[in-house]
């Protein structure tokens, strides 16, 4: 007994290895390269490098928008599933830490027993009787190999990853909250320049039908007017259903009903404008806050620590325990005759000759997946970004262009105006030259409307917003 026991604290002292590979970023990863690491793409008319603040949707200062964003994050479906898998997560990492280490039970029960009396080589039948047991038992289970620890690295570093993923969820939400609300005040303010464009287009209706009438006129000019009539005012309802869209969007967004969204939203008719450049920052810091580059880094942390977890089974269990306890006839329990105890070391030891081997080279290559993907994750947010940006920087030189094209046509139209009022020009040219005005305001308000869509975009790239 003093050996086996002398044998299993030797063993328990020896353990100091802990099997498969210790878990570091790869240097041929791609995260590791230094040209996704460096300046991103600069604009100095959109862009400054600056830390991304992480609430960056505070930067339109609009307080609609801020109650919005606030709201959805309280009840949305999508966060609210994202957090049941976080505590699902963290148990299973509670689960992980549990295994091994001190283990304790007891058993105790009764029952009428006929026992086999060939069974104790009788030939006689053991009398009926009434049989009681209790049992404490108590072991230890010692971790020599590091099979335990490993599972327990793989188990945290998935919940990392599920906690990426909500991070994923929350910065995606706040997005989708702001082109939703961004959408509504668009269609509404387009749904007003085109409102006006149609009532100078009637106005130009009866005109024509009034010269023609005075005989200073055609039928074809009319009918021309009369067409560009109705071509205007077959764009108002897909600017009213555009609303509409934004409205049942944000609903959904923050799980109520469109009539109890925060006052004001749905007669919104401004666009949300950013006070100052979008700051970026650069490649390295873009890698360490996007959250679904961590998700894939946590997932090839857990592959990795899956090998081990593999490995481990080709070496023995080895515990050792402790149980004292009394089994015999119930009237008899806790006498000497019954009482029992006994401790000493235990090894279980399973030959690997059922596919184990297998299963680590199984393991071995889910850890090559897991970096490919991340490697792959990398350089699509890299990507992603700068793509972003190169798009957001066009659609800002059109917006400008369609900026200084719409104060010329006011500049025109003015002056036009003023030639009509000195009788020095028609009416029908002073109502033409009102139109291209409001034709080209609504060209500028699409135009912002895509410059705002842009700038969600940008953010969303860059991965802000979810601490």
Not at 149 to 169: I, L
Not at 211 to 238: M, N, W, Y
Not at 294 to 302: I, K, N, S, W
Request: proline share 4%; with cysteine.
């Amino acid at each position: 007994m003093k050996r086996a026991l002398v044998l299993g604290l030797a063993l328990a002292v020896a353990g100091c290895s802990t099997v498969g590979p210790d878990y570091h970023v790869p240097a041929e990863a791609a995260v590791q390269r230094s040209d996704l690491n460096g300046a991103l793409r600069q604009d100095a008319s959109s862009v400054v490098s600056a830390p991304v603040p992480q609430d960056w949707w505070r930067l339109y200062q609009d307080p609609r928008l801020d109650a919005l964003v606030r709201q959805a994050l309280a009840a949305n479906t999508e966060l609210r599933v994202a957090a049941a898998n976080i505590a699902k997560a963290r148990a299973q990492v509670e689960v992980a830490e549990s295994q091994g280490g001190f283990q304790g039970g007891v058993k105790v029960g009764a029952q009428r027993l006929q026992e086999s009396g060939e069974a104790f080589l009788k030939p006689d039948k053991v009398p009926v009787a009434n049989v009681g047991e209790a049992i404490a038992s108590v072991s230890y289970q010692f971790d020599l190999w590091g099979t335990l620890k490993r599972g327990t690295e793989a188990a945290q570093a998935n919940a990392d990853a599920v906690q990426a993923a909500a991070d994923t969820a929350r910065i995606t939400l706040v997005a989708d909250v702001v082109k939703a609300y961004t959408q509504v005040c668009s269609a509404n303010e387009e749904y007003h320049i085109a409102r006006e464009s149609l009532d100078l287009q009637e106005q130009s209706v009866q005109l024509n039908q009034r010269l023609r009438d005075a005989g200073r006129g055609d039928e074809t000019q009319v009918t021309r007017s009369q067409t560009q009539f109705k071509s205007l005012g077959a764009e108002l309802p897909r600017f009213k259903a555009e609303r509409e869209t934004g409205l049942y969007t944000l609903a959904a967004l923050l799980a109520k009903p469109v009539d109890q969204l925060p006052s004001g939203v749905a007669d919104c008719a401004e666009l949300p404008q950013l006070t100052q450049l979008i700051p970026v920052g650069d490649g390295a810091a873009l890698l360490k806050r996007r959250p679904d580059v961590r998700q894939a880094e946590r997932q090839l942390a857990a592959a990795t620590a899956n090998i081990g977890v593999a490995i481990g089974a080709l070496y023995p269990d080895i515990s050792i325990g402790a149980q004292i306890g009394t089994i015999g006839i119930v009237d008899n329990l806790g006498k000497p005759a019954t009482n029992r105890w006994g401790f000493g070391p235990q090894i279980s030891w399973n030959i690997p000759t059922n596919g184990t081997r297998a299963r680590i080279r199984e393991a071995e290559a889910s850890t090559q997946a897991a970096l490919a993907h991340f490697d792959g994750v990398v350089l699509n947010a890299v990507r992603e970004t700068q793509t972003r940006l190169a798009q957001y920087s066009a659609l800002l030189e059109r917006r400008d262009a369609l900026v200084d094209a719409e104060r010329s046509a006011k500049d025109a139209a003015d002056q036009t105006h003023r030639f009509y009022q000195a009788g020095r020009e028609s009416f029908l040219a002073d109502l033409q030259a009102t139109r291209t005005y409001t034709d080209m305001r609504a060209q500028l308000a699409a135009a912002n409307s895509q410059v705002a869509m842009g700038q969600v975009g940008v953010f969303l790239a860059l991965g802000g917003g979810w601490r």
